[in-house]
C-alpha cells in the first residue's frame, strides 16, 4: 500500500468497521476519482453533453455531477475558465443535493469557500432568491469570490465572518443552511496525502469544539420549517454523529430527516453511539437516518452528511416580501447614491493598493475583477453627504445591455454591485462581494466588471463575438492577446454598431469583454485570471 497512514487511525477504523475493515483498506490501493459538476447556470446538462470533450460517467447522486477518466486535466480546457463546470470531488457533491435547494430559498453556506457547494447551490437557485457564502478565513475568501464571479452567480452574497456574528444580524432568516464543517479529514486521506500532516489522534476532539459552535450559531439563523444540512468529510464519529447525538439533545425543535440509504449512502454509525451509553434511544433511532460515502462502496471519498429539519411552517410570502427590486435604467431608480462612510481618507489609501493590478497567475482578480476592489471590512454610521451619480451605470446598462437587473444598487468607494439584500442587512458585517459587481464608476464614465461579462448570456449584451475553442482563438484571448477579428463576426444587437465593448464568448459562452474597433479586438481579460497553462 503505497499511503503510510497513521497507526491510531488505522485502529479506531478497525474497531468501527470490524469486518468491513479489509475492504476499506483495499480502497486505497485504487487511484482517487476525479469529477465536474456542469453549471446550469451557463450551460444546459443535455447541451454541455454534446460539447463536453471528455469522457463522462455520471455521479449517480448528483443529476449535473460526471466523472472523468483518470489522466484527463478538465482545469486546462477553455470551457473551464468560461464557467461551464466545476472541478469537483465526486462525494462532495452530495450534501447540496441532500440541502433540496430551489429558486427562492435564502440559502446560507456557511463554510464555504473554495466555494464548490456554493456554485451548487447557485445553479439550484437560478438567480432567484439570497446565496450568502462565508468563509472565516480572509485568505480563502479569495478563491471564494471568485468562484462565483466565474460560474457567473448573479444572487450571493461573500462574507468573512464568525458564524455568531452573521447570526447576530439575521435571527431566523435562512430557509436553508449548508455547514461543510471544518473537520479532521480521514475522508480524504487517500485524495490529499498532506491531509495525515496536520491529523493527530486527537484531532477530532479538537475539530469538535470548533462544529459545536457553528451548529449552534446555525441553529438560530434557520427559520421555522427550514432544512440544515451538516457534512463533513472525516470518518470520526465524535465529529459525524456525535455531534448531531449532542445537537438534537440541546435542540428539541430539530429532527433529523432520514435518507434514504442505497448502494451508495450508508447508515450512520449507531453502533459506536449506543456504546457511548449516554444516548437516548429516539436519538440513536434518529442518528440511523444520517448518512454516509464509503471508499470501499462508492467511486469517491469518504463523506458524513446529517439532514436536520427544524419544526414549525415555513413562511412562504416571506420570499415575495423580501424580494428586491427591479433596476430601471431610465426609471425612477436612476440618480445619485451617497458615498457609504467605508470611503474615508484612511479608508481610500488602503484603496490605492487594493486597486492595484493583480500579478498573473495570482487567485486574486485583475483591474476589472470584482474583489481587487475589495469591500470595506465591516460597515457602519451614516452616510456622507457628497453624493456619487449612478447616471454613467444606468446608461451603460441600457445602452451596453439588454437585462433586467433585481436586486438593490451598493457602491463601495467609486465600484458598483448589484446586491439581493439592502445594504442596511450587511451593516457591521465584513461583506467582501456584497452581490453582482458590476463595475466602476470613473468620473463621467462607467468602466463595466469583469463578474458583469461572466454572468451574461451571449443575447444580453448589445455586441458579442464568439472565439472557438478548438483553432487555439479562445486561449490566446484567456491568455490577454490582441485578437484580429473582421467586423462581421461581431454579432450586434439592431441599431448597434460593431465598435464598443464587446461580450467575448467561447464557443457562445461568455467569458469577459473586448472592445472591438477597425477589425481589433483589444483584450480586457483580466490580467489575475489569465491562462497560465503550457
Not at 473537520?183 to 477530532?204: A, I, L, N, V
Request: aromatic share 8%.
Amino acid at each position: 500500500m503505497a499511503l503510510r497512514l497513521p497507526s491510531p487511525f488505522l485502529a479506531k477504523m478497525k474497531s468501527l468497521l470490524g469486518e468491513n475493515y479489509d475492504n476499506f483498506m483495499k480502497s486505497y490501493e485504487q487511484p482517487p476519482f476525479a469529477g465536474i459538476r456542469v453549471n446550469t447556470l451557463k450551460i444546459g446538462k443535455a447541451d454541455f453533453l454534446e460539447i463536453s470533450p471528455f469522457d463522462l460517467a455520471p455521479i449517480p447522486w448528483c443529476p449535473t455531477g460526471y466523472y472523468i477518466q483518470e489522466g484527463e486535466r478538465p482545469g486546462r480546457h477553455p470551457y473551464y475558465h468560461a464557467g461551464l463546470y466545476y472541478i469537483q470531488e465526486p462525494s462532495a457533491m452530495a450534501p447540496v443535493e441532500l440541502l433540496d435547494v430551489t429558486p427562492g430559498d435564502r440559502v446560507l453556506d456557511l463554510c464555504a469557500a473554495p466555494g464548490g457547494k456554493s456554485t451548487q447551490i447557485a445553479a439550484k437557485l437560478k438567480g432567484q432568491g439570497v446565496l450568502i457564502s462565508n468563509d472565516l478565513h480572509p485568505d480563502r475568501t479569495k478563491a471564494l469570490a471568485k468562484n462565483l464571479e466565474m460560474y457567473g452567480v448573479r444572487n450571493a452574497v461573500v462574507l468573512n465572518e464568525e458564524p455568531e456574528r452573521i447570526a447576530g444580524a439575521f435571527p431566523e432568516f435562512f430557509t436553508k443552511i449548508l455547514i461543510d464543517a471544518p473537520c479532521s479529514g480521514e475522508g480524504m486521506f487517500r485524495k490529499d496525502e498532506s491531509m495525515m500532516k496536520y491529523w493527530e489522534e486527537s484531532s477530532p476532539l479538537k475539530f469538535a469544539e470548533m462544529q459545536r459552535d457553528i451548529l449552534k450559531s446555525a441553529a438560530s439563523m434557520l427559520c421555522p420549517g427550514g432544512r440544515l444540512v451538516y457534512s463533513t468529510c472525516t470518518f470520526s464519529p465524535e465529529e459525524n454523529e456525535g455531534m448531531i447525538a449532542e445537537f438534537l439533545s440541546e435542540h428539541p425543535d430539530f429532527r433529523v430527516v432520514p435518507v434514504d440509504h442505497s448502494e451508495f449512502f450508508s447508515p450512520g454509525e449507531t453502533d459506536w453511539m449506543a456504546g457511548q451509553g449516554n444516548v437516548k434511544d429516539d436519538v440513536l433511532e434518529q442518528l440511523a437516518g444520517t448518512a454516509r460515502l464509503w471508499p470501499h462502496k462508492v467511486r469517491g471519498e469518504g463523506h458524513f452528511m446529517a439532514v436536520l429539519q427544524r419544526e414549525g411552517e415555513l413562511d412562504l410570502q416571506a420570499a415575495e416580501k423580501d424580494q428586491a427590486p427591479w433596476i430601471q435604467a431610465d426609471g425612477p431608480d436612476r440618480g445619485s447614491l451617497a458615498v457609504s462612510p467605508r470611503n474615508d481618507s484612511s479608508r481610500e489609501r488602503k484603496g490605492k493598493s487594493a486597486l492595484r493590478e493583480e500579478r498573473p497567475g495570482k487567485s486574486g482578480r485583475g483591474s476589472n475583477g470584482a474583489s481587487r476592489q475589495q469591500a470595506p471590512r465591516r460597515s457602519g454610521g451614516d452616510r456622507q453627504s457628497n453624493p456619487i451619480s449612478l447616471d454613467p451605470f444606468h446608461a451603460f446598462i441600457h445602452e451596453q445591455l439588454h437585462v433586467k437587473l433585481q436586486g438593490y444598487p451598493v457602491i463601495y468607494g467609486s465600484h458598483v454591485y448589484v446586491s439581493p439584500l439592502p445594504e442596511e442587512r450587511l451593516k457591521q458585517l465584513k461583506a467582501i462581494r456584497p452581490g453582482w459587481y458590476m463595475g466602476q464608476l470613473k468620473n463621467v464614465r462607467f468602466v463595466p466588471g469583469h463578474p458583469l461579462a461572466t454572468a451574461l448570456q451571449a443575447d444580453e449584451a448589445a455586441r458579442h463575438v464568439s472565439l472557438s475553442s478548438q483553432d487555439g482563438e479562445a486561449v490566446r484571448y484567456l491568455k490577454g492577446e490582441t485578437l484580429s477579428i473582421p467586423e462581421e463576426r461581431v454579432t450586434c444587437r439592431p441599431g448597434a454598431e460593431a465598435k464598443g465593448y464587446v461580450l467575448v464568448c467561447i464557443d457562445g459562452y461568455s467569458a469577459g469583454w473586448g472592445k472591438w474597433q477597425s477589425g481589433m479586438l483589444k483584450n480586457e481579460y483580466p490580467p489575475g485570471w489569465r491562462w497560465t497553462s503550457v
